[in-house]
């Protein structure tokens, strides 16, 4: 079993900042692809960015060159620095592990409410 436990969330301004971070325990070494989606009220969830085990990485064109995925695996963590942030990139954001049996996991996720 893998399980995730995503922090980082919180409350920011317009164009401010916030780094989130998934940490990863269990059968760490079925780790294949890991990645970011975020769920809006009311909203269907959408992916954000992914990264896999050899380091290929993928953006929603909403995020794109104001959002950074990165992955440790030495130290079994996926985080997303998040620059310039908007009021719509207000939703719940959720870690995602693709393990090599072709199933997936999903940390509880953590909030980030971008207002004034």
């Known amino acids: 079993q893998v399980q995730l436990v995503e922090s980082g969330g919180g409350l920011v301004q317009p164009g401010g900042s916030l780094r989130l971070s998934c940490a990863a325990s269990g059968d760490i070494f079925s780790i294949n692809g890991m990645g970011w989606y975020r769920q809006a009220r009311g909203q269907q969830r959408e992916l954000v960015a992914t990264?896999?085990?050899?380091?290929?990485?993928s953006y929603a064109s909403s995020v794109k060159d104001r959002f950074t995925i990165s992955r440790d695996n030495a130290k079994n963590t996926v985080s997303l620095q998040m620059n310039s942030l908007k009021p719509e990139d207000t939703a719940v954001y959720y870690c995602?592990?693709?393990?090599?049996?072709?199933?997936?996991?999903w940390g509880k996720g953590t909030l980030v409410t971008v207002s004034s």
């Open positions: 995602k592990a693709d393990l090599d049996s072709g199933v997936y996991r």
């Open positions: 990264i896999t085990r050899g380091g290929t990485i």
